[in-house]
């Protein structure tokens, strides 16, 4: 735990987001991938200060990214959190999610440096600890509390990747569990999820919705 005058890292939900979980998304190689190379159909160019120079970033953006901000947003709080630098982070973020899907960003000054490792220390948040995930490529980041991890396969630029609408499938449904560790314990084994577990959590006790009132006609 933070040391008593150390305020938490996010402040009060939004309104819109009381009482909803808390879905913490890393940003490159899990939603993006970036390079100072040049390439040739980049989705964004960002032009970044460095040294009192501009360079230009070439980012690609991993497919399915924003109807994915939009269906867990429904379900959770999001949060961005990078160990990237926020002139960087920043602005990117605000282009790959125009809606303002996420409600904070965290970047590389939030993050606790140890072993070598800028690590996202999720007890820093402020949430409780049953109501959170972190979606990141790097087992590293998530290190201090890799019950609370989604892992999620490092993306740099095949278009025929549909990793985050599997891994929206299991969020959706990890949104409404009491403790979210007590199935990802499940689910995951070698900072990867087991496609059997997953199977059988995703077809387990699957809600009812055709006794669901219909909104009024
Ligand atoms: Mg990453």
Known sequence: MPREEEPYLLGPQRREDVGKKTLVLD????????????IDNPD???PVEIEGNICNIFILVR???SSFLKRMHKHYELVI???SLSKYA???????????????????????????AYVKDMTRLGRKMTDI?????????????PENAMPIVSWYD?????QLSRTGN????????????????????????????????????????????????
């Open 27 to 38: 940003l490159d190689e899990t939603l993006v991938h970036s390079s100072f190379k040049p």
């Open 44 to 46: 964004i160019i960002l």
């Open 63 to 65: 497919p399915g990214v």
């Open 81 to 83: 959190f990078t160990a």
């Open 90 to 116: 920043d602005p990117l973020v605000d282009i790959i999610d125009p809606e303002r899907f996420c409600s904070y960003k965290l970047f590389r000054e939030h993050c606790t440096w140890l072993s070598n």
């Open 133 to 145: 995930i972190i979606v990141d490529n790097s087992p590293v980041a998530y290190m201090l509390q």
């Open 158 to 162: 095949d278009p025929s990747d549909r």
């Open 170 to 217: 299991l969020l959706e449904r990890l949104a409404y569990e009491p403790d979210v560790r007590r199935i990802i314990r499940k689910i995951i084994s070698n900072n990867e999820i087991d496609p059997r577990s997953e199977q059988i959590y995703l077809h387990s006790g699957k809600r009812d919705h055709s006794q669901r009132v219909p909104p009024h006609t």
